[in-house]
């Protein structure tokens, strides 16, 4: 069945680093792709997404490209802040009509240090 | 704008007890959704609302789990007996409209801790 695998974590920086989050995926055909971020004491927010192969997301600084060929949505940030400190979800819809019945990561907890 | 508020934010109960959580979705949201993230593992979907109507409860894990959604405004989740596995963060959602381009918006989630 299709699935999703994340970096586990927690993943600690320093500000003004370069991150990277690792997610990888099993699917059928070419679904949309997602990441979600949870801030402390907040609900998950959608950060970014992306619907086609080749489609690069972004939002708040962050980026991730859709690469059919590693099957993967790597997310990335050139400089990270203190406020980037939550956890990300990495998540995709298994059926094409549905965008609830989401297939999620573990999670990646992020923590940067100043 | 109000959002998606979830009560209570943390619950610790005995295995054999009784737990409540609610949910109140965005007033208009029409769609509710239940959730839960078990021991830092990957979120699972629960249950899908429309309006008091249960759409899709796949995901519900056994029936000691009871989502009620009357008059469809706020929902309960209700686990009776709890278990130790039970042990989570459990998350509600609302979306205006179901479909594949609706946005879900997210409570902050209740964290059940299960003794």
């Known amino acids: 069945g299709d699935s999703v695998t994340q970096m586990e974590g927690p993943v600690t920086l320093s500000e003004e680093a370069f991150l990277t989050i690792n997610c990888t995926y099993t699917?059928?055909?070419?679904?949309?792709l997602f990441w979600y971020v949870q801030y402390p004491g907040e609900g998950l927010q959608l950060l970014l997404k992306a619907t086609k192969a080749d489609d690069k997301g972004s939002n708040k600084g962050f980026e991730a490209t859709y690469r059919k060929e590693t099957t993967s949505f790597h997310l990335e940030k050139g400089s990270v802040q203190v406020s980037d400190s939550a956890v990300y979800f990495c998540a995709l819809p298994p059926l094409r009509d549905s965008n609830y019945q989401l297939i999620w990561g573990a999670g990646t907890k992020l923590i940067i240090k100043p | 704008e109000a959002g998606v508020t979830q009560f209570p934010s943390h619950s610790v109960i005995e295995k054999g007890q009784t737990v409540t959580l609610r949910c109140d979705p965005i007033?208009?949201?029409?769609?509710l959704y239940w959730y839960r993230r078990v021991m830092g593992k990957e979120i699972k979907f629960l249950l899908h609302f429309v309006k008091e109507s249960k759409q899709d409860e796949s995901g519900m894990p056994n029936n000691r789990f009871l989502a009620e959604r009357t008059g469809g405004t706020y929902s309960t989740l209700k686990v009776q007996p709890a278990e130790l596995e039970d042990s989570g963060v459990y998350f509600c959602?609302?979306?205006?409209?179901?479909?594949?381009?609706?946005?879900?918006?997210f409570g902050s989630g209740t964290q059940l801790s299960v003794l």
């Open positions: 699917a059928t055909g070419y679904p949309s």
């Open positions: 007033s208009g949201h029409d769609n």
């Open positions: 959602a609302s979306s205006q409209q179901g479909g594949p381009n609706e946005k879900l918006f």
